[in-house]
């Protein structure tokens, strides 16, 4: 009788065992596509994002190349004789350290 109870009780934990396993085995393919398809979200989010900076990026180029153009020695030339001032370069004077 002792060694029925034994077989018994491994029995239980076998059942257990078993049933534990057979969950695992149903659940792993459900978390494995849920778990792709955030991936493939999260992708799409990343893709958006670094199309959004490369757009910014273009602004920020665009930008910039307006300030060379504007801040040019030319248009600054153009706007002072439209206000009636004159560049003298003879009142330029260099400092050297000696």
Do not use: C, H, W
Not at 6 to 33: A, G
Request: net charge positive; charged share 30%; glycine share 2%.
């Amino acid at each position: 009788m002792a060694k029925n109870n034994k077989r018994l009780r491994l029995l239980k934990i076998e059942k257990k065992m078993i049933k534990f396993f057979l969950i695992m085995i149903l659940l792993f393919p459900v978390i494995s596509v849920f778990s792709k398809a955030t991936l493939a979200n999260i992708n799409i989010e990343v893709e958006k994002l670094r199309k959004a900076i490369k757009i910014q990026e273009n602004r920020n180029q665009s930008l910039v190349m307006k300030v060379n153009e504007l801040k040019s020695f030319e248009n600054i030339r153009l706007a002072v004789e439209r206000e009636g001032l004159v560049y003298n370069s003879n009142n330029i004077r260099v400092i050297t350290k000696d």
